[in-house]
């Protein structure tokens, strides 16, 4: 993911709401979210050519999900995938800030990374651009390709467009994916500067990104309810004319598949 905004025990009826754009370059080969043959626990997209994903759950309510820190000029191409940073969590029986604390001393070996792992019941984040692991609080985050909170242009005008959303007492999915389809470029006096051209910021700088070779190829909404039941909805775009399908699953809270 490059932009995800996350409710967290602040809503009265969801104990977690996350929604995000993924951000990739169009000719990356990808899978469209499903449980996977080789982990049938785990429910998430899938990174091909790495193997990895950018934001997944399992059948018993892990979540699991990340971004890429910007930093162009401290890119190692040899470094390991960051998306196996995501799947990694959802397989292995361990607690969030167990998982964490490795990367304390081996984040460095990785290109720059937001992670957050845990559950409804709490999430923990971390990033190698940063030190130490933070739990979050109850409140509404977001974040992008810099640090948790972070204000980018698409960080503020995503809160403050979902956040009227994400007030309703029932969370419609259409009105979501809407919110997170926005393509409006910031300002330019507004743009980061993250050692990219400012033509190539200005590019990035949409929720909803449509540059000519690399985009947002798809949107995700998860949803916790109060008693447990997650609902994970995914909307993936055509690169070439962002026309859309969604496929929505719906696990009760013993992992059961109800659509």
């Given at each position: 993911?490059?932009?995800?905004?996350?409710?967290l025990?602040?809503?009265?009826?969801?104990?977690?709401?996350?929604?995000?754009?993924?951000?990739?370059?169009?000719?990356?080969?990808?899978?469209a979210?499903?449980?996977?043959?080789?982990?049938?626990?785990?429910?998430?997209?899938?990174?091909?050519?790495?193997?990895?994903?950018?934001?997944?759950?399992?059948?018993?309510?892990?979540?699991s999900?990340?971004?890429?820190?910007?930093?162009?000029?401290?890119?190692?191409?040899?470094?390991?995938s960051?998306?196996?940073?995501?799947?990694?969590?959802?397989?292995?029986?361990?607690?969030?800030?167990?998982?964490?604390?490795?990367?304390?001393?081996?984040?460095?070996?990785?290109?720059?990374?937001?992670?957050?792992?845990?559950?409804?019941?709490?999430?923990?984040?971390?990033?190698n651009?940063?030190?130490?692991?933070?739990?979050?609080?109850?409140?509404?985050?977001?974040?992008?390709?810099?640090?948790?909170?972070?204000?980018w242009?698409?960080?503020?005008?995503?809160?403050?467009?979902?956040?009227?959303?994400?007030?309703?007492?029932?969370?419609?999915?259409?009105?979501?994916?809407?919110?997170l389809?926005?393509?409006?470029?910031?300002?330019?006096?507004?743009?980061?500067d993250?050692?990219?051209?400012?033509?190539?910021?200005?590019?990035?700088?949409?929720?909803?990104?449509?540059?000519?070779?690399?985009?947002?190829r798809?949107?995700?909404?998860i949803?916790?309810?109060?008693?447990?039941?997650?609902?994970?909805?995914?909307?993936?775009?055509?690169?070439?004319?962002?026309?859309?399908?969604?496929?929505?699953?719906?696990?009760?809270?013993?992992?059961?598949?109800?659509?």
């Amino acid at each position: 993911m490059c932009l995800i905004f996350i409710s967290l025990h602040h809503h009265p009826n969801y104990k977690l709401i996350v929604a995000g754009n993924r951000d990739e370059f169009y000719d990356r080969p990808t899978a469209a979210a499903d449980f996977w043959d080789d982990e049938p626990d785990i429910l998430a997209g899938r990174d091909l050519e790495a193997g990895g994903t950018w934001l997944g759950v399992t059948r018993k309510g892990k979540v699991s999900m990340l971004t890429n820190y910007r930093d162009p000029k401290n890119i190692d191409p040899k470094a390991p995938s960051r998306g196996n940073l995501v799947s990694d969590f959802l397989k292995k029986p361990v607690t969030p800030e167990n998982y964490l604390q490795q990367f304390e001393a081996t984040g460095k070996d990785y290109n720059g990374f937001n992670l957050l792992v845990g559950s409804a019941d709490g999430l923990w984040y971390y990033s190698n651009y940063k030190s130490g692991i933070q739990k979050l609080t109850p409140g509404f985050y977001g974040i992008s390709n810099k640090l948790l909170e972070t204000p980018w242009p698409k960080v503020v005008r995503g809160k403050q467009k979902l956040e009227p959303v994400l007030a309703s007492p029932i969370i419609d999915t259409e009105d979501v994916f809407k919110a997170l389809y926005d393509d409006v470029e910031a300002p330019h006096e507004q743009l980061p500067d993250t050692g990219l051209t400012p033509e190539r910021e200005l590019a990035l700088s949409p929720m909803f990104i449509k540059a000519e070779n690399y985009g947002s190829r798809c949107s995700t909404l998860i949803l916790v309810d109060m008693t447990g039941q997650m609902t994970f909805s995914e909307r993936v775009y055509n690169t070439t004319t962002f026309e859309h399908h969604t496929k929505t699953f719906l696990l009760t809270p013993s992992g059961e598949i109800v659509v």
